[in-house]
């Protein structure tokens, strides 16, 4: 069975977290400490916050910007459900934004729209841009409207660690930058997240509310506000650094790999590929199957032809979470179709094109009986 993706980890990393159980030293020490300096020279950013997931690293960034009740925030209604659930937990009122059809990302419309639309009580107080699938959003116009609007944005980039927006790192836009280092994001520590920011105070105030609100920077050890365990381990920044220097050649070759997927499902009738945008990291390769094929069932084909395939993401106002927020006028919205017939293929660097080439001859074939 081809999976949707494979971690790829080796010897190297297997030896690193070694190294780190002999030293006796599992929680945010040096490989900690190690890891924030490199991710932050990648990133060509002051500062970087470990933190233990992607959900850890949006939550903690709301929370210190003082984002809660009272509070509205700009969020993609396609995205992984975690995107609105820290909204949601902080007590603030998600704003749903709908996204284009073939990057998959807001757009100036749909922002607009959605802030023309709000009627509510609550300060539209923030925009949390999803890189989706590691496609860049585009941060330019976002920031643009930010300004104009007054908003505080938070990028979601929780797949998207090498993508770039106009030759700079996704992330770094923003007042603060999310990164997931989950098994299925291209950089992994198992579990794992982290945050980025220019903004120094924040940093500090980030790195309090991740470690219990300790502060060691005076002579006494004090609690001085109320934080969280968010502290990432060592062997897990450990794994994280050895994954970072890999990811150079990993996006160099999914930018190569996923021509394979465009040349071939190019003219196949009832596909509708993911836009070629420059920057993009290539996290996930989903395509948007026409409303009269049936996702369940080309799924179950790739299986039985041991191609793992899976829908992509989710649209927000369709989860029970999340209904009270749904509106007639959204039936015709993007994320809609994309939720119901997005279909993520196999993909990762390790795969070889042939292996694809089966998987598109597959797709081909099946469609061509429809
Ligand atoms: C867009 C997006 N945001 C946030 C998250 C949450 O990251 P994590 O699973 O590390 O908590 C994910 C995870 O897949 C994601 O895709």
Redesign the pocket.
């Known amino acids: 069975m081809l999976k949707l993706s494979t971690p790829h980890l080796g010897e190297e990393e297997i030896t690193a977290v070694a190294n780190v159980l002999r030293s006796g030293n599992l929680v945010q020490g040096k490989e900690c400490e190690i890891f924030e300096e490199e991710l932050a020279s990648y990133l060509g950013i002051a500062e970087v916050v470990l933190v233990t997931?992607?959900?850890?690293a949006?939550h903690l960034s709301l929370v210190s910007l003082g984002i809660g009740a009272d509070d509205a925030v700009l969020v993609p209604n396609f995205?992984?459900v975690?995107?609105a659930n820290v909204v949601k937990l902080v007590g603030a009122r998600p704003i749903f934004v709908d996204v284009d059809k073939a990057n998959y990302n807001v757009t100036k419309e749909s922002i607009l729209d959605a802030i023309n639309r709000y009627d509510g009580d609550e300060n539209l107080r923030a925009i949390i841009p999803?890189h989706?699938f590691g496609c860049p959003a585009d941060m330019t116009m976002i920031m643009e409207l930010a300004e104009q609007y007054n908003l505080i944005v938070i990028e979601?980039a929780?797949?998207a660690i090498g993508a770039e927006h106009n030759s700079s790192k996704v992330g770094v836009f923003g007042e603060v930058g999310?990164f997931?280092?989950?098994p299925?994001?291209i950089v992994t520590t198992g579990?794992?997240?982290a945050i980025c920011t220019k903004n120094g105070v924040l940093a500090d105030n980030l790195r309090l509310l991740r470690n219990h609100g300790i502060d060691r920077s005076q002579k006494a050890i004090d609690y001085v506000l109320a934080g969280y365990n968010y502290r990432m381990t060592d062997f897990q920044a450990a794994i994280g650094r050895v994954q970072l220097r890999k990811l150079s050649d990993a996006l160099f070759k999914r930018r190569q790999l996923k021509t394979v997927y465009l040349e071939g499902l190019s003219e196949v009738e009832g596909i509708s590929l993911p836009q070629n945008i420059v920057g993009h990291s290539w996290q996930t390769f989903m395509i948007a199957l026409d409303e009269n094929i049936s996702r369940p069932e080309i799924i179950d084909y790739l299986r039985k032809n041991c191609f793992e395939s899976a829908m992509g993401?989710q649209s927000m106002v369709s989860l029970k979470t999340y209904t009270e927020y749904f509106k007639s006028y959204m039936e015709k919205w993007n994320s809609l179709t994309l939720f119901k017939q997005g279909l993520a293929l196999p993909f990762c660097e390790q795969y070889r094109e042939g292996q694809l080439d089966r998987l598109v001859n597959l797709l081909k074939s099946y469609i061509q009986k429809i």
């Open positions: 997931s992607g959900t850890a949006l995205s992984f975690a995107t999803v989706n979601d929780a797949c999310c997931s280092f989950h299925r994001k579990e794992g997240g993401s």
